[in-house]
């Protein structure tokens, strides 16, 4: 993500703007500021890059452009020495034309390096010629500013014009107002028919009004009164809550009105989730780098591998470190693309793919072979794990090798030298690429992630765990050995920086995984003195790739293992969850985040409070966590101040423009839209790029977002905001079916290799079972032989046991017990936790 470039834009650009159009202009009494927009006089002072020529023609300055550009800058029209005034508003206006039609840059900025940017617009040249005017206020006094039109980029050659050029001081600022559609907000993708069903009522009214929920064909079927919540402070809005929960009827096209209004269309069905939990899932297929999207897995996404050396692109199999950092390189293709653009890391790779790999290890029954229609699907293991294999390969990748300074450590990132624009299909990128110094956070994030992926693939692929576990410890040990190794604040061109100067939860991270996969002393020892594994973790804000305290405390909380206080660890979660459900209910529009300020990624953090409320909710069963967490998915699906879903595709309005440089369909039509299923940032009060700073100064915290690709501090799309909506929403497509009964497994006996085991099923419900299934996974690599009492089948590390003829059935009280014989080629081999009978977990 994008947040490397904050610090570089934030420094001056702090103003208002918005596009007014062309016929209505803004009164500008100032003095003119360009000289020759007309283009009587020829074209000087207008200058061009060397690969365009000016000319005049029909009283318009016109330029062919050439093609095969990879950036916007790389063609420029300009005019130098415009002055400025703090604190002014400005009219900007031109015509322009494209033949054929294209999408270039209009700025207003900074001559010489950083190049910042006052104003930015993205105006479309069409054939027959359009119109725009802007305003815009200065944030600073310049004598020597710039209006540049940047034209490149382009695959094609163009020919383009302007005319009627004009800066004048002396305007209205424009205010912008977005969009929100009907005041009455509901989740657009739909409700659940037994879960809770809220909706937010914008209005100035402070009494109760009625309500009614009306089916498709407009019959009203249910009726109601508001509840006044007062004004939100995220919003600025009064609002109302609608409670239609006891409505439970499945159908389509259902709507809310009230208020004189009424609401976009939902629907109400019990798979609402699952095509959501898919396609977050399949979002990682087309960030792949190092190999062809094929466009017959993901129509209208197929592009040639980026970064494998082929021209343009200088590849990543043999990257070099920035000058002075090492004397080798490495073979780093693969893995994903981290967010918009070209960059890969460790830290945020990190949590992305473990976030991945903790949904598959909550329900591993859950995930298939063939189910994201990937390039390895039909290998028998289930596709959510080839998929997190592209990002684990990578991050082994960086580990610094054998006899060189820092080995063992992991490099923090790889990305090109120099910022690119947009739109950049990654085959095209020219830049060079290079390896950034080591850092303790990536390596603990390796660390972590490859002692998770040990025990994971330990099933499917003994080698591939093996090798993970080695890297693992080797990068603890790395770890312990360079404990405060940082990166650099200031490393932030052509990539993020991502540093952290406090890697104690990341060391607390690590060390849990390592002890859930190995149970070895040393590790439950470092997790038992980390004042993480006692402190409160459970920030308002939520928990991130810089916070990942969290992600130890959620593992040792609910994956089998033998820390002697586990039950506390357990009973923690709870207390974090109940933090955020007392915010979720106190919040008019039922957030459990309710911060003053909306954070980078607000999204994303929304969605992790949420993970905290789901993982409560199997550790108690409890109905109160499962409702937070389908009520906290309505904020994302539009029942927000914005009254639209952060998800593409889901949702009659929804975002469809997250900054991408090659999901850039609004810069190129040729392109296509980010995939149904990816994640917009959110709102973030920061708002530190240009657009968002034109548009939403002074925003309240949930209308700090517009959905524009060069919003990237609001709009952004990142692989560590995609996996928790992926990890959410199989939890919510998790139908969550309870059953009345109770499993007593109990290990006979062990020897080296092997071990027996006996489970007893007993019915504690009213009802008799007539022939039974239970089903329960195993940590890692163990495997079911001989079998008594049940016939017992595997796949991968889920084991399923059937009944006999003669003890299938279970009334009220009886009891089933049958044993196994089993084989364990490495500790630990705790007892499984979690059993479903006939489908249904048991309670």
């Known amino acids: 993500m994008t947040r ?17 159009p062309a016929t209505a202009h803004a009164a500008d009494e100032g003095p003119e500021q360009i000289v020759n927009g007309t283009f009587d006089d020829g074209t000087a002072p ?64 900074l001559p010489v390096d950083p190049w910042t940017q006052y104003f930015a617009a993205n105006p479309e040249f069409g054939v027959s010629g359009n119109e725009y005017s802007y305003t815009f206020t200065a944030p600073v006094s310049l004598p020597d500013a710039q209006v540049v039109f940047q034209l490149g980029g382009s695959a094609e050659p163009w020919r383009f014009c302007m005319d009627d050029v004009s800066l004048r001081g002396g305007a209205e600022p424009e205010e ?7 005041r009455v907000r509901v989740n657009m993708v739909g409700y659940l028919p037994d879960g809770p069903k809220k909706a937010t009522l914008v209005t100035s009214e402070t009494q109760p009004l009625e309500w009614e929920l009306k089916n498709d064909d407009g019959r009203t079927v249910a009726r109601g009164r508001t509840v006044p919540r007062g004004e939100d402070a995220s919003s600025g809005q009064n609002v109302h809550t609608l409670d239609f929960g006891a409505y439970r009827k499945e159908g389509t096209g259902y709507t809310l009105s009230a208020d004189g209004e009424t609401s976009r ?6 798979d609402l989730y699952d095509e959501l939990r898919t396609d977050a899932l399949k979002f990682y ?41 090492c004397d080798y390189t490495l073979n780093v293709k693969g893995g994903w693309y981290d967010a918009g653009d070209h960059g890969k890391y ?25 189910q994201l229609e990937i390039p390895e699907s039909g290998n028998g293991r289930p596709d959510i794990l080839d998929e997190a294999r592209w990002e684990l390969e990578f991050l082994l990748s960086m580990q610094v090798p054998d006899g060189k300074p820092f080995a063992g450590m992991a490099h923090h990132k790889i990305h090109d030298r120099e910022w690119t624009g947009l739109p950049l299909l990654p085959h095209l990128d020219p830049q060079p690429r290079e390896l950034h110094p080591p850092s303790t956070a990536a390596t603990l994030n390796l660390a972590a992630t490859a002692a998770q992926a040990a025990r994971l693939f330990a099933p499917y692929d003994a080698e591939f765990a093996e090798k993970s576990l080695t890297a693992a410890r080797k990068a603890w040990a790395a770890a312990k050995a360079n404990p405060d190794t940082y990166a650099d604040p200031d490393d932030g061109v052509g990539g993020g920086a991502y540093n952290d100067d406090d890697v104690t939860d990341e060391f607390y991270w690590a060390a849990a995984e390592l002890f859930i996969t190995t149970g070895e002393k040393e590790f439950q020892d470092f997790v038992l003195a980390s004042p993480h594994h006692t402190g409160d973790i459970w920030r308002d804000r939520g928990f991130d790739w810089g916070n990942t305290a969290q992600l130890g405390r959620l593992e040792l909380a609910t994956v089998p293992n033998a820390l002697p206080d586990r039950e506390r660890v357990r009973q923690s979660v709870v207390e974090g969850a109940e933090k955020y459900l007392a915010i979720q209910r106190a919040h008019p529009y039922g957030i459990p985040y309710d911060v003053p300020d909306y954070d980078w990624g607000s999204n994303n953090l929304i969605l992790n409070n949420l993970v905290v409320l789901a993982t409560a909710y199997d550790l108690t069963g409890e109905e109160k966590y499962r409702a937070a967490v389908r009520e906290g998915m309505d904020y994302i699906l539009g029942r927000n101040a914005l009254n639209q879903s952060y998800v593409t595709g889901y949702g009659e309005v929804a975002s469809k423009n997250q900054h991408s440089r090659w999901y850039a369909r609004q810069l190129n039509p040729d392109l296509p839209h980010p995939p149904r299923g990816t994640l917009a940032g959110g709102p973030n009060s920061s ?3 240009p657009i968002a700073q034109r548009l939403l100064k002074g925003c309240k915290p949930q209308f700090c977002y517009i959905d524009d690709i060069e919003s990237w501090s609001t709009n952004e799309l990142t692989i560590n905001w995609n996996s928790p909506l992926a990890w959410v929403s199989a939890f919510l497509a998790d139908r969550g079916e309870r059953s009345d009964c109770r499993v007593r497994y109990s290990a006979h006996g062990a020897w080296p290799g092997g071990f027996t085991a006996q489970i007893v099923i007993e019915n504690a419900g009213k009802k008799a079972v007539d022939g039974w299934e239970l089903r329960w996974s195993f940590l890692a690599g163990q495997r079911v032989g001989h079998a008594w009492g049940a016939a017992i089948s595997q796949s991968g590390s889920v084991v399923t046991a059937r009944s006999t003829d003669w003890n299938g059935r279970l009334k009220p009280g009886d009891v089933a017990t049958f044993g196994f014989n089993g084989t364990n080629p490495s500790e630990p081999n705790p007892a499984p936790e979690v059993f479903h009978l006939n489908g249904a977990r048991c309670r």
């Open 4 to 20: 490397r470039r904050a610090a570089l834009l934030a420094l001056l650009t702090t103003f208002a703007l918005s596009a007014v």
């Open 46 to 109: 207008w200058w061009g890059t060397e690969n365009v020529t000016l000319a005049v023609d029909d009283g318009r300055l016109c330029a062919d452009i050439p093609g095969g550009t990879a950036n916007p800058w790389d063609v420029i029209i300009g005019q130098n020495d415009i002055p400025l005034v703090a604190g002014e508003t400005y009219a900007f206006r031109f015509s322009g034309s494209g033949t054929p039609a294209k999408v270039g840059k209009a700025l207003i900025q």
């Open 176 to 182: 912008y107002v977005p969009d929100t559609g009907p």
């Open 265 to 270: 269309p939902f629907d109400i069905k019990k």
């Open 285 to 325: 297929y087309p960030q792949r780098s190092g190999i062809e999207i094929l466009d017959s897995l993901r129509p209208g996404y197929g592009r040639p591998a980026g970064h494998v050396g082929v021209a343009p692109n200088q590849g990543d199999m043999e990257v070099p470190c920035q000058p002075g950092v």
């Open 346 to 370: 460790v830290v945020n790779g990190g949590i992305s793919v473990h976030q991945l790999m903790s949904a598959y290890e909550r329900n591993k029954a859950a995930f298939t072979d063939g």
């Open 687 to 689: 708002i530190q790029d």
